[in-house]
């Protein structure tokens, strides 16, 4: 049986040391501030690219990774006969898995290129899973339908709180109806077959307060929730009033904190966070 490996983009919210457990390679976006270009993970952070972005003139830009990226890492990854599972963000916000498609046809190696749709946490929750039964010597098949399995259970709901950036960005397509980043309305987006959808729109904080009063509640009676993240553009006190709402119900259950990644940092905006998790109620 041929070996497995486990390849995504940098926008799966993967810790360093997820990424070092898990033997998982990440193929870098870019992002480019005032006219001057980064690499994803390599030579800027996501808590850098968020202290940057206040800084910047203009809306930074993210770019997907080029197909001969990809193809250069199948190829170096493939050359001992492994296959490889590559699992990309979600299409509707970035051609990330186009590019990762093309490269599958051209590389020496044989390549799977999943759409996660998801992103951030939410999409390291499939890579994680994929790379744990690659680590125990599960099939291609047995990999793909298990992280699908994930995708299914997954629910990640998105609080934002300035619109600038969103629709200056042109994410939400038709979506954004007649929003405006004046009058201090806030949003609530829910990432849901790998489409954008907003959930509710409204003047003031207790627009997304009261939404996410109904996704604690959804928690609460849903059994067997495994990993819980939430990802965040400086908005700490959103972020507290999430965790101290989960463990009311959830007591001791871990929750990842992180700086959300740089393409959802940039469309959502500061004070932008994201509540995630997935769920096996065989567990």
């Known amino acids: 049986m041929a070996n497995i490996k486990i390849v995504t983009d940098s926008s799966a919210g993967l810790t360093d040391q997820q990424i070092q457990d898990y033997h998982i390679t990440i193929v870098p976006l870019t992002v480019m501030i005032d006219d001057t270009i980064y690499v994803e993970r390599e030579s800027i952070t996501n808590k850098e690219f968020i202290d940057q972005m206040k800084l910047s003139k203009t809306l930074p830009k993210t770019s997907q990774p080029s197909i001969g990226s990809f193809v250069e890492t199948f190829d170096k990854l493939g050359a001992d006969g492994s296959e490889i599972i590559c699992f990309t963000m979600l299409e509707a916000i970035s051609g990330t898995i186009h590019a990762a498609e093309q490269a599958a046809k051209l590389s020496k190696a044989t390549v799977s290129v999943v759409d996660s749709q998801f992103t951030d946490q939410a999409l390291a929750f499939q890579v994680i899973e994929a790379a744990k039964l690659a680590a125990d010597g599960a099939d291609k098949e047995t990999i793909i339908a298990r992280a699908a399995a994930v995708r299914d259970r997954t629910h990640l709901f998105m609080g934002i709180v300035t619109l600038d950036n969103i629709l200056k960005g042109g994410r939400l397509g038709r979506a954004a109806g007649l ?105």
């Not at 003047?203 to 849903?222: P, S």
């Not at 119900?249 to 998790?277: N, S």
């Open 179 to 283: 929003l405006t980043s004046l009058l201090n309305i806030k949003i609530v987006l829910e990432v849901t077959g790998g489409q954008l959808k907003i959930r509710a729109k409204g003047r003031g904080m207790k627009t997304i307060d009261k939404y996410f009063d109904k996704v604690y509640d959804l928690m609460e009676q849903t059994p067997g929730i495994q990993s819980i993240g939430i990802s965040q553009v400086e908005a700490y006190d959103s972020v507290q009033s999430v965790q101290d709402h989960i463990h009311a119900f959830l007591p001791g259950k871990d929750i990842l904190v992180r700086e959300t990644v740089p393409i959802i940092a940039t469309h959502g905006g500061l004070g932008a966070f994201a509540l995630m998790y997935y769920t096996d109620p065989t567990k």
